[in-house]
C-alpha cells in the first residue's frame, strides 16, 4: 500500500465535490476529489510529477504521477469559453513539477465578471482511493487537501 | 472473441476533447472489457484514461482514429463514435 498527500493547490475553502454545479463532476465522472472556493489568485501543482496538459487557455490542468496516478486542477466551471481571458499561464506542459510550483495565476474579479462560477474541482482521474480529505480553510502548496491510498 | 476495428471519427464536441467531454468519453470507454485508444496524427491515448485523452489535445473538427480491441469491440465502437461526433459538451 502506498499514500500519496495531494495538497491543495489553491488558498481557499474546501466544499464538497457533489455540491459543485456541474453534473460531470458532482458525479465524479471525472474522478473523487473535492472543490476549492479559492480566496487567492495562483494555483500551484498539489503534486510532484508531470505538467501532463495544461489548457491553452490555462483554465486547468493534469499532472500524471508513477502507477497511474493522476491529478486534475480546473478553475472554475465551463471556464474553456473564456479561451483565457482571466488566466495567465506560468508552467510549461510537459514540464516535471513539484508540490507548490505555481502553474497559473487568474483574477477571480474578471471570471466571475465574464459569468463563470470560480468554484474549482481538484480531482484523482486516476489510480487510487481517497482515504482522507480535508475540510475548511486550506493553505496552497502546504495543507494536504486528500490523501490517496494506492 | 477477439476483435480489433477501428474507425476514424471527426470531433463534434464545439470546444473540443477538453475536461467535460473527457470524462464523459472515459467514463463510457470504461464501461466496456475491449481495450480502446485514440490517435491523433502521432500521439495515442489510453482512451480509459483522462489524462492521457487530455493531453492528446483534440480540437473541434480534428480526425482522430479510434481503435478498439476485445470482445465487445463492434459494439464499443459503435457507441464511442456516435459519442465523438456528437456534442459531448
Redesign the interface.
Known sequence: MAYIDVLAPLDGTVVDLESVP?E?FAQK???DGVAIDPSGQVAVSPVAGQL??L?KGGH?F?I?LND?V?V?V?LGLDT??LEGKGFEKIAVEGQFVQPGDPIVRFDRATIEAAGKVILSPVVS??EGTIIRRAGGVVKAGSDVLFTLEI | MENTVERTVTLGSKSGLHARPAAVFVQHAKGFHSQITLTKEERTANGKSILSVLALGAEHGDQVVLKVSGSDAENALNKLTRLLEGDLG
Open positions: 456541474d460531470v465522472m471525472a474522478g501532463v496538459k489548457f486547468a493534469g500524471a497511474g493522476e486534475i480546473h474553456i469559453e482521474s486516476g
